[in-house]
């Protein structure tokens, strides 16, 4: 990796996106620390320092603005309503004829497709915003009852003007992925909940340091988190390979075809996808506490969840948590890639699995080997996502260890395919041919 970075350094073409990519990425990280108009930037540094159980409510969203969120930031929502709204795209092409059909159209119906995610995403930054905001104001159900007001300014103007100025943040930094795609390496979007990712990582394992005192329980996490990395590298680059052979065919006075391919599938072929459904699911049981926390005449079923589902040391909130994996993996592998639109596509142009007949059986070859593959890939994203949990338990950090869930698989696949593009390009730039 490093190797490829020092080649890419020495290439004109490519240092200048390299160096355009880096500075876009400061600029996202610097706005990370700009309050958004009418907060209190100390009394939100006190609120911090206090309480902890707002880092557990809102975790996940906490994690991919880089902790811009809970110091309301302009940049405090971050790329999650990018995310989501994209989710929401891909879910919905499965559900809603007239995006199937975009989506079949090629480069101008995914134009069409993205234009849609981006109009999502600002009516979600809009309600996120508003939903963060009145938040604000009531700051004891964030950081704990030890908060005082935040708000610098209570007008009633204020809170319209910090959802605008996040709603805006959040279209910055819509734009900015889009630059870094465009003229920059790598994925924008990715890159930069890669940047979020990454910024917290000396913080958390400082903070595992600060409450053991010890440097050899340092050493020693930090050796398995690199152990941890090598493991997570190693399966998401595994993957199925099924050989297609397509037929030789005349076209015109052109002969196509008698070639030999293969149809790559990884064991992880979801990503990071059913990790968030997951963790934004058993989100739900948390903010209803927290909305119960002050009403002395709570129910029953509010006390039973704040004792069993919320605490992430609850044998229930694992058991919920690993079966919400392994549902949401083969879930979302159904909707994203489908055997009978792939069998069909191979017989339209001639080709087949040997073997296997074309259409039906090689559909259902596809499905069978698919649902084999996908059963250790849930089994492996479950277990990588224990890793923060066990951490919590044995070593009293916090729920965002960095060495596990999320923010591992993450910085390891943007990571591995930022590197990938690289490559690419540098072998298109020397290429050295047969003589040397």
């Given at each position: ?58 975790g996940l969203a906490d994690l991919f603005s880089g902790g811009a969120l809970l110091q309301l930031s302009i940049f405090a929502l971050g790329i999650m309503p990018y995310i989501t709204a994209s989710i ?245 592998v159904s909707i994203s890639f489908n055997p009978d639109e792939v069998a069909d596509n191979m017989k339209r142009y001639g080709g087949f699995i040997p073997g296997y007949r074309a259409g039906r059986p090689t559909a259902e070859y596809l499905r069978y080997v698919l649902n084999r593959i996908t059963v ?61």
């Amino acid at each position: 990796m490093l190797t490829a970075f020092v080649r890419a350094f020495r290439t004109p073409d490519l240092r200048k996106k390299l160096l355009f990519t880096i500075f876009v990425m400061a600029i996202f990280r610097l706005g990370s620390f700009v309050p958004t108009p009418g907060v209190s930037y100390v009394e939100v540094q006190k609120c911090q320092a206090a309480g902890q159980g707002s880092r557990q409510l809102l975790g996940l969203a906490d994690l991919f603005s880089g902790g811009a969120l809970l110091q309301l930031s302009i940049f405090a929502l971050g790329i999650m309503p990018y995310i989501t709204a994209s989710i929401i795209i891909q879910l919905l092409t499965v559900v809603i004829p007239r995006f199937e059909t975009l989506k079949q159209e090629g480069q101008s119906g995914q134009t069409k497709l993205t234009q849609y995610t981006r109009y999502l995403t600002i009516a979600l930054a809009i309600l996120q915003s508003s939903t963060f905001v009145t938040f604000a104001h009531n700051p004891q159900s964030l950081f704990g009852a030890s908060c005082t007001n935040i708000l610098a300014d209570t007008s009633w103007w204020t809170p319209v003007i910090m959802v605008l100025t996040m709603t805006a943040g959040t279209g910055l930094i819509m734009w900015m992925g889009e630059l870094i795609t465009e003229k920059g390496v790598g994925n924008g979007m990715s890159l930069l909940i890669f940047t979020s990712i990454a910024a917290r990582f000396p913080g958390s394992l400082w903070s595992i340091h600060q409450r053991d005192g010890r440097w050899d329980t340092f050493l020693l996490v930090i050796a398995v988190g690199l152990l941890i990395i090598a493991a997570v590298v190693f399966v998401e680059q595994c993957q199925r390979r099924i050989p297609v052979t397509y037929a030789k065919r005349m076209v015109g006075r052109r002969m196509y075809g008698g070639t030999t391919t293969y149809i790559p599938l990884k064991v992880n072929q979801a990503g990071v996808i059913p990790v968030i459904f997951a963790s934004s699911l058993l989100a739900i049981p948390g903010l209803i506490v927290q909305f119960q926390q002050s009403n002395p005449q709570r129910a029953e079923w509010i006390n039973w969840m704040a004792a069993n589902v919320v605490p992430q040391r609850s044998p229930i909130h694992v058991a919920t948590y690993t079966l919400l994996i392994i549902f949401f993996t083969f879930f979302y592998v159904s909707i994203s890639f489908n055997p009978d639109e792939v069998a069909d596509n191979m017989k339209r142009y001639g080709g087949f699995i040997p073997g296997y007949r074309a259409g039906r059986p090689t559909a259902e070859y596809l499905r069978y080997v698919l649902n084999r593959i996908t059963v250790p890939g849930a089994i492996y994203l479950a277990l990588i996502s224990l890793i923060p949990i066990v951490a919590f338990v044995m070593l009293n950090a916090d729920s965002n260890f960095p060495f596990g869930g999320t923010s591992l698989l993450i910085i390891v696949g943007v990571g591995l395919e930022t590197v990938k593009q690289i490559e690419s390009q540098l072998q298109q730039r020397h290429y050295e041919g047969f003589l040397r």
